[in-house]
């Protein structure tokens, strides 16, 4: 019904667009890169449609990913990998479980923050997922948790990869839209903390009900003492996330700025603490350059394909379709969500923002929602598809490392994806969620 009003009231789609969109889906089911798939998608609707001349095609992929604040990314990603190879990261976890070792579930709650620790520097999800899983996982099973609900919990944690400030998510979203990244990652700090909450409670609620985990039963001295103990041996660790946050809050540093000084204080860290070494270097730039060349050509391959969307009408159309099937505003905040949701279930979160953002937020803008609450809104669903059964990408990344099935995973994430839709919704209806920290002008 949908696309049929999309044909009536656009330009005659036809199998210049199908045709494309149908070899996009068969080169993906046989697990062509994703970067390929797209490229062959837009190179097949510029050929078809006719709607653009074929030289804006490599035009187009240098001058897309031609952005200064595209180098953040890869300074994030390496920043992320120098933290796991100092062991850095290991002292946010001893100093999360400190913080909760007075609680019923304590480790499980360590384990969540330990993810959003690990969010507020690497800015990926996936690195998140795979890097906290190997720490947690088998202490999480050993505490009482059943493997599966341990991988689901890990899987969920991780979310907040995209969701956390400073995310890649948003350096995108924000180069696709002509938004500040700076402006977007002061929006998301509300939203990622109350994701973070929300899987916090919800492991509370399941360790209660289950009895996994019981509490540590400690006095408050000796809750102190042991904080105590834990920030005096990894204080410095928390130098890293404190330069990110404090440079980009304050407006001292760019998001591509503040990567690079979080890069330089890691490997100084590591030098001082004899932990990484220059032997080092190679294999950890290797693997940076390998996770930055996996998203770039994504990006440079959809920017092309974004554009003969635009030529061919189809986000004014989709905007037209769906507001002839209803204009209640309540209904299309929620068709949105679950379009993205959805998305975010089969497909990498560059190419769902870079194809399906200029699609959106038109509609977005014509139901008068905030440009930054729709960008808040838009990462926030997808964060919720990576773990939503039974495709969700993190379920994939937490199987692979441990091995478990991902149906059984799947299972266990449920009550997680239940409570991160409470906060979508909070996002979607309540823009002050999104714009509280946010300069009057916009809001």
Known sequence: MLWQTLQQQTVDLGW???????????????????????????VSMLILSDVLPMSLLGESLFDGIDAFALTAVPLFILTGDVLVRTGLSRKFLDV?????????????????????????ISGSDAAGAAAVGRMTIDRLVESGYPRPYACALVAAGACTGILIPPSIAYIIIGLVLGISASTLFQAALIPGILVLLSILITNIIVNRKHAYEG???????????????????????FLVPGIIFYGIFSGRLTPTEAGATAVVVTIILGFILGTLKLSDFPSMLVGSAKVNGVILPIIAFSLPLAQTLAAMGVPQGFVYA??????????????????????????????????LAPILKPLADEIGMNEIQFCIMMITSLGV????????????VVSGITGESILRIANRAVPFVFFMLLVVLMIAYIPAVSTF???????
Do not use: R
């Open 16 to 42: 210049s667009f199908y045709g494309p969109v149908l070899i996009f889906v068969l080169f993906c089911a046989l697990g062509v890169p994703v970067w390929a798939a797209i490229g062959a998608c837009a």
């Open 96 to 120: 999360a479980e400190a913080l909760t070792c007075w609680a019923k579930g304590g480790f499980g709650s360590a384990t969540v923050l330990v993810c959003g620790m690990f969010s507020a």
């Open 215 to 237: 509490g540590g039963m400690i006095t408050t001295a000796e809750w102190l003492s042991n904080l105590g103990k834990a920030l005096k041996s990894g204080w410095y660790a």
């Open 322 to 355: 769906v507001t002839s099937l209803t204009e209640n505003p309540y209904v299309l905040i929620l068709l949105m969500i679950g379009i993205l949701i959805a998305a975010g279930c089969v497909m990498e979160t560059t190419p769902n923002i870079v194809i």
């Open 385 to 396: 598809g990576f773990i939503t059964p039974p495709l969700g990408l993190n379920l994939f």
């Open 437 to 443: 920290l946010l300069p009057d002008s916009f809001k």
